[in-house]
């Protein structure tokens, strides 16, 4: 089975105190934080679905959460990485996220109940499917 390339990035101490008490890095566009607006999409724990152009199949949380006036968006697969967001609507997030071969382009498109999407690494690429827990 292939399963998608580590992602590494922002390490919090443990993802069990992610759940309850981290927040997720506030998004930032050329080393500024992104002010979160009223058209900035959904925010909650999302638990998806990665699903591979290859058949694996990946679970994932996705944590969206405005922290001090900026958008914070954290993904938690083997480990937890930051989302650098690209640009943002009301029902959409675009973002790269880092791996061990380089970045991964991220689209989300989130509903109050949903989230679904896809993660982009090179050739490979997930299918992005779940559903908002909080």
Same mark, same amino acid.
């Given at each position: 089975?292939? =399963?998608?390339? !580590?992602?590494? +990035?922002?390490?919090?101490?443990? /993802?069990?105190?992610?759940?309850? &008490? @981290?927040?997720?890095?506030?998004?930032?566009?050329?080393?500024?934080?992104?002010?979160?607006?009223?058209?900035?999409?959904?925010?909650?724990?999302?638990?998806?679905?990665?699903?591979?152009?290859?058949?694996?199949?990946?679970?994932?949380?996705? =944590?969206?959460? !405005?922290?001090? +006036?900026?958008?914070?968006?954290? /993904?938690?697969?083997?480990?937890? &990485? @930051?989302?650098?967001?690209?640009?943002?609507?009301?029902?959409?997030?675009?973002?790269?996220?880092?791996?061990?071969?380089?970045?991964?382009?991220?689209?989300?498109?989130?509903?109050?109940?949903?989230?679904?999407?896809?993660?982009?690494?090179?050739?490979?690429?997930?299918?992005?499917?779940?559903?908002?827990?909080?």
């Amino acid at each position: 089975m292939t =399963t998608m390339t !580590r992602v590494t +990035g922002i390490v919090f101490a443990a /993802v069990a105190a992610m759940a309850t &008490t @981290a927040a997720a890095a506030p998004a930032r566009a050329n080393g500024h934080a992104i002010e979160a607006t009223a058209r900035a999409p959904q925010t909650g724990t999302y638990r998806a679905t990665l699903r591979g152009n290859d058949g694996s199949v990946l679970p994932a949380l996705i =944590t969206i959460e !405005r922290l001090d +006036g900026s958008l914070g968006v954290l /993904v938690v697969m083997d480990s937890p &990485t @930051a989302l650098e967001i690209v640009s943002v609507s009301d029902t959409e997030l675009v973002g790269k996220m880092r791996t061990t071969t380089g970045y991964a382009l991220v689209t989300l498109k989130l509903t109050p109940d949903a989230v679904s999407g896809t993660v982009t690494e090179g050739k490979k690429i997930w299918a992005v499917d779940g559903k908002r827990t909080s």
